[in-house]
């Protein structure tokens, strides 16, 4: 597996990846309204891509296939962490995970973390903060917003 940076042409993979493991790898812990509402297809890629430019993103690719990624804004806000439901489990999103961390210089990071992630960022460290409800497409989603505070360099 090999880490790289975020491009604009590597955009609608990522969306589909992003589509793909929701409905996929989250399936045990949310319902499909839950799913649908939270990745139904439609993604804005010129928003992504934006939203993608601006941050610390990475993408991970096994054989030339993008397996995985994820992104982090300068303040330390870990926005996306996805992973192809074939590689689950094979360390991609440690990996990412960890590139990210090193990246960021904010002293902490902070995620909102779903019900299937929880168990993966608490094994990193993460504390949770507090469980929230959020709404998508008038669709209520359980997740947590959890937080590692990070040395300093």
């Known amino acids: 597996m090999e880490l790289r940076d975020y491009k604009s042409s590597d955009c609608p993979a990522l969306a589909e990846l992003f589509y793909h493991t929701v409905h996929t790898v989250n399936a045990g812990d949310y319902s499909e309204e839950q799913r649908n509402a939270w990745a139904d297809g439609q993604v804005d890629l010129a928003e992504w891509d934006r939203s993608l430019c601006a941050?610390?993103?990475?993408?991970?690719?096994?054989?030339?296939?993008?397996v995985g990624f994820g992104d982090a804004d300068p303040t330390g806000y870990?926005?996306?962490?996805?992973v192809h439901k074939d590689f689950q489990g094979r360390g991609v999103a440690s990996a990412i995970c960890a590139a990210l961390e090193s990246a960021v210089?904010?002293?902490r990071i902070v995620t909102h973390a779903s019900i299937t992630a929880r168990p993966f960022?608490?094994?990193r460290g993460y504390q949770v903060v507090r469980e929230q409800q959020v709404l998508r497409h008038g669709v209520f989603l359980k997740n947590y917003v959890m937080e590692k505070r990070l040395a300093p360099p």
């Open 121 to 123: 960022f608490e094994g």
């Open 55 to 66: 941050h610390i993103a990475v993408v991970a690719e096994e054989n030339g296939q993008i």
């Open 78 to 82: 870990l926005d996306r962490l996805y």
């Open 105 to 107: 210089d904010a002293g």
